[in-house]
């Protein structure tokens, strides 16, 4: 990374869900900024804004990370993915999403993005995994709503439906657990 000044705008050009995006960031702004204020990108939520809740959480070349605890000028020739990258078209759910709705794994929603940014990365390397295995990926994010329990159905789903298996038949109701 170049030698950054405090106080000067730098320019940062990065792949955002696919797109090319530049923006001018001063060295202290924080990539949630940059992506909720500066490219629209408010699908991205902030709640702590210390690296606890995992509402921020994004993709950098494929990892989850804590957008409120990266700097925009960090993302300088990455390749991001936030929750507006997930869908394959903007009438069309992922796997993912769509199993979230099938399951009710949201309710207010905050920390839906977060989670399945989280659970998108880690299906990706790991396409059979067990409950344990998925609690333990949601366990980094806070969600003061569902209990978990539907979400975890969700991406047990997910996860059978990408293998191709049919879907679960489980925990449809639409009250959470
Ligand atoms: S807002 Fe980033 S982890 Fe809470
Ligand atoms: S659905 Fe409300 S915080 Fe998770």
Redesign the pocket.
Known sequence: MPRLTAGARHRVAFTLNGKPVSLDAEPRLLATDALRQQLGATGTHVGCEHGACGACTIQIDGEPARACLTLAVQLEGRDVRTVEGLAPAADRLSVLQATFRRHHA???????AGILISLDAFLRTSPNPDEQELREVVGGHL????GYTAIVAAALDAAATLRGEPASSVNRDPVHV
């Open positions: 949201l309710q207010c929603g905050f920390c839906t969600c003061r709503c569902t």
